[in-house]
């Protein structure tokens, strides 16, 4: 650890990676290290972690697939510009009361772990677009969910005690996108749907620039700002942007 620990400080002290080295401690010596943004402990034997309000600056930590039991005494309170924190394939039973400080996360991974319940301030993570909860013991969330209002992707399966119905209706609403976009033929309709909107979306454009080819702009627009481009040219670039997902399209359409 030690070795890694000196390469992070010789290297400019962004980047710590202690990953994978079967150690059953945090290391002391990272006090040295109070300016990291990037953290990685995964694949440890840590069973605590030590308070790491003295990372100031950190933006990314891994403490997965570890042997964590709490991280009680870790002060995540402190870490105001954390945006991902993944605490996935541990021993957890619950998340820290001040958990719900972090308002700079984006990203928290807590899946596959015991859980029973989320600390009631969670929904002051305002910036939370994507919470991973999956494989783990919880009983009731309620509304609580509802109130983090950037949440967009949101992972309750595999709970085997929860009861859906009891959720709020935003929680739910999100649930049952994730369930349903589990399922590979689901997937398959919604790729379908996706690219005929594309298609719909490149039938306009075409449209549109054959007839300003072909009839001229519209009435009461002589100089043919109509179409926001300011020449056919960027027009035709737009459609092309469109279209490149659609694999070849563009090309059999004119």
Known sequence: AMDRIEECDREGQYELDLSHLNISEWPQETIILPNIHVCK????LFKAIPSFAIFRGLEYCDLSRCKIENVDEMQVSQLFNLKHLNLSRNNLDHLPDDIGRLVALETLLVDRNQLKTFP???HSMRNCHKLDASHNQLIEVGSLLDRLPSLED???????HLDTEKLGTRTRRLHDKRVMMSAKENRRIMISRALNVRREVLNREQEAIFTAVYEGPPKGDPDGDYWGTGSLELMAIKVARVADPLGGVLAEGW
């Open 41 to 44: 402990g995964h694949g440890n």
């Open 154 to 160: 949101l992972n309750l399966s595999h709970n085997p």
């Open 120 to 122: 009631p301030n969670m």
